[in-house]
T-cell receptor
Framework: GAGVSQSPSNKVTEKGKDVELRCDPI?????LYWYRQSLGQGLEFLIY????????KSGLPSDRFSAERTGGSVSTLTIQRTQQEDSAVYLC????????????FGPGTRLTVT | GENVEQHPSTLSVQEGDSAVIKCTYS??????FPWYKQELGKGPQLIID?????GEKKDQRIAVTLNKTAKHFSLHITETQPEDSAVYFC???????????FGQGTRLTINP
């Protein structure tokens, strides 16, 4: 079946511009996660959505970052007034119910801020 | 909060030899420990996981061991093959926290 998809695969933007990154989770998965992976680094948790509950935003690095999940499915991560330090690969993952179990990752969006 | 340390950061082994990657965690309430493999340009993919009520789990050439007392767990790959070359991440999950905390990753290179 279809896995987690993300778009765009690559995004180059100028410093100060806003960007939107999209994630389509696996159908039926109620939990959705966003992570950031800087070059050669591990995965940094950003935000977590579970069903209709309020999202866990504890990993967002600044108020320039926000995310929404419409209809319990597609999610958009928005970065406003991008900075060079925002350059990274942004990974989305989904899981069946948010409990301790497999998270299925998308291929990521590579963001480059010039 | 939970902190996961992973070692080594890079590992190079000869094809056919074994590779071992180790992780330690700080939160004794963590109860689920997955290992992910990330190939170049792709998202991480689960290769094996273990829960806190089990000490060891094997799946063909890969195995994971867990020592709850010492709060560490390890990934063992035997009879390594070139396709095992990738970055490997360990992670820990505490029930109720609803998120994984990842180690920094190990770049494994298999030399033919």
């Amino acid at each position: 079946g279809a896995g987690v998809s993300q778009s765009p695969s690559n995004k180059v933007t100028e410093k100060g511009k806003d960007v939107e990154l999209r994630c389509d989770p696996i159908s039926g998965h109620t939990a959705l996660y966003w992570y950031r992976q800087s070059l050669g680094q591990g995965l940094e948790f950003l935000i977590y959505f579970q069903g209709n509950s309020a999202p866990d935003k504890s990993g967002l690095p600044s108020d320039r970052f926000s995310a929404e999940r419409t209809g319990g499915s597609v999610s958009t991560l928005t970065i406003q007034r991008t900075q060079q330090e925002d350059s990274a690969v942004y990974l989305c993952a989904s899981s069946l119910d948010g409990g301790p179990g497999e998270q299925y990752f998308g291929p990521g969006t590579r963001l480059t801020v010039t | 909060g939970e902190n996961v340390e992973q070692h080594p950061s890079t590992l190079s082994v000869q094809e056919g030899d074994s590779a071992v990657i180790k992780c330690t965690y700080s939160d004794s309430a963590s109860n689920y420990f997955p290992w992910y493999k990330q190939e170049l340009g792709k998202g991480p993919q689960l290769i094996i996981d273990i829960r806190s009520n089990v000490g060891e789990k094997k799946d063909q050439r890969i195995a994971v061991t867990l020592n709850k007392t010492a709060k560490h767990f390890s990934l063992h790959i035997t009879e390594t093959q070139p396709e095992d070359s990738a970055v490997y991440f360990c992670a820990a999950h505490r029930w109720g926290a609803q998120k994984l905390v990842f180690g920094q990753g190990t770049r494994l290179t298999i030399n033919p």
